[in-house]
């Protein structure tokens, strides 16, 4: 299983100037928020995905694409709903430990790190070598 710091190396293209972490305009917390957020809400349409792969299909009712696509959109909505609610609790976690990790290394959330992928990854080498085995 890939480690975390190896992980975050894969997302080096996603995370650019764009970055939650990496704003210009004062309001970074706002923006790592939105993104842990926007995770979560991946995370559980995903999940919601699955969850439906599991269930037959009869083939009594079949409407073809057209329901495929409805289901996803379907899916989509409700991830986002579900997320921007209580959610899992996934965003509020990802949300304190990150913006930690930002003010561990710069001092404030708003303070704008040189480099939001070298703080990621130096927090992600933080992790003892077990713990990071899924």
């Known amino acids: ?35 842990s ?24 009712v079949s409407g073809g694409r057209a329901e495929k696509m409805y289901q996803q959109m379907l899916d989509s909505e409700l991830a986002m709903s579900m997320a921007a609610q209580r959610g899992l609790g996934l965003a509020r976690m990802m949300h304190e430990n990150l ?7 710069c ?7 040189p480099d939001p992928l070298l703080t990621i990854k130096r927090v992600a080498s933080d992790v003892p070598s077990g713990e990071n085995e899924l």
């Open 37 to 60: 957020q926007d995770l979560e809400s991946l995370f559980i349409y995903h999940m919601l995905q699955q969850m439906r792969a599991t269930v037959p299909e009869s083939g009594l």
């Open 1 to 35: 299983m890939a480690s975390p710091v190896d992980m975050v190396s894969a997302m080096g293209p996603f995370l650019g100037p764009a970055s939650p972490v990496s704003g210009a305009n004062g309001n970074d917390n706002a923006k790592l928020a939105q993104a």
């Open 99 to 105: 913006s930690r990790a930002v003010e561990k290394s």
């Open 107 to 113: 001092g404030t959330v708003d303070a704008h790190p």
